[in-house]
């Protein structure tokens, strides 16, 4: 079974769509993740949650928007999409958010922004 | 700005060597430390992490923490083309209000059968 799983895989729209790319893990995990990797594949934070409470809020723009439903979710919403958006976003998640327990990294959202 | 720095390589090695992968962190407070490998078009999976000064050893990978220099390092014995990917040094604080990795730029390795 998939551990933490995203969909779509790959997600190509036009600039000023709004998308949504949603994230689940099965793992019992209390905490996770939004991170964008960028085409030199710097991987940054963007996000993090814990029990459904929001703990890291990187400078991002305002036009992402994370909501955790519940603590197995973890959806990013992306208004008036840019060029510069396009990335890979990655899901994770881990069992505690101040210990130097390992994240759990999902298989990715590729985002090509036209 | 809390800063992890990594050759951003390629670094070729040739089958069967050793491959030494360096990683240094602006941020004193520092407390743990995790080397993820991240093959093309895949997610990052951790292979070793480390909390304390010195050594640590898991199979052919062996992790090197060296706080008061601000450095730690990854070595892979017995390069294998499969070990060819690139590697994510990352560094946490620990306790609480210090809940995120900071990921370096990685590292692409590449081993030549």
């Known amino acids: 079974d998939t551990a933490v799983s995203q969909t779509p895989k790959y997600l190509v729209t036009q600039m000023g769509n709004d998308k949504s790319i949603k994230c689940e893990q099965n793992l019992g995990h209390d905490t996770m993740y939004w991170y964008k990797q960028d085409s030199k594949k710097f991987l940054k934070i963007m996000f993090s949650y814990n029990n459904k409470e929001l703990i890291i809020n990187e400078t991002v723009p305002n036009r992402f928007s994370p909501k955790s439903p519940d603590k197995a979710h973890l959806n990013l919403h992306i208004n008036s999409l840019e060029l510069g958006d396009s990335a890979v976003y990655f899901c994770a998640s881990s069992q505690d958010p101040a210990g130097g327990n390992e994240q759990f990294f999902g298989p990715g959202t590729r985002l090509t922004v036209l | 700005q809390k800063e992890v720095e990594q050759n951003s390589g390629p670094l070729s090695v040739p089958e069967g060597a050793i491959a030494s992968l360096n990683c240094t962190y602006s941020?004193?407070?520092?407390?743990?430390f995790f080397w993820y490998r991240q093959y093309s078009g895949k997610s990052p999976e951790l292979i070793m992490f480390?909390?304390?000064?010195g050594d640590k050893e898991d199979g052919r990978f062996t992790a090197q923490l060296n706080k008061a220099s601000q450095y730690v390092s990854l070595l892979i014995r017995d390069s294998q083309p499969s070990d060819s990917a690139t590697y994510l040094c990352a560094v946490k604080r620990s306790g609480a209000g210090s809940y995120q990795l900071t990921f370096g730029k990685g590292t692409k390795l590449s081993v030549i059968p």
């Open positions: 941020d004193r407070g520092s407390q743990s």
């Open positions: 480390i909390y304390s000064n």
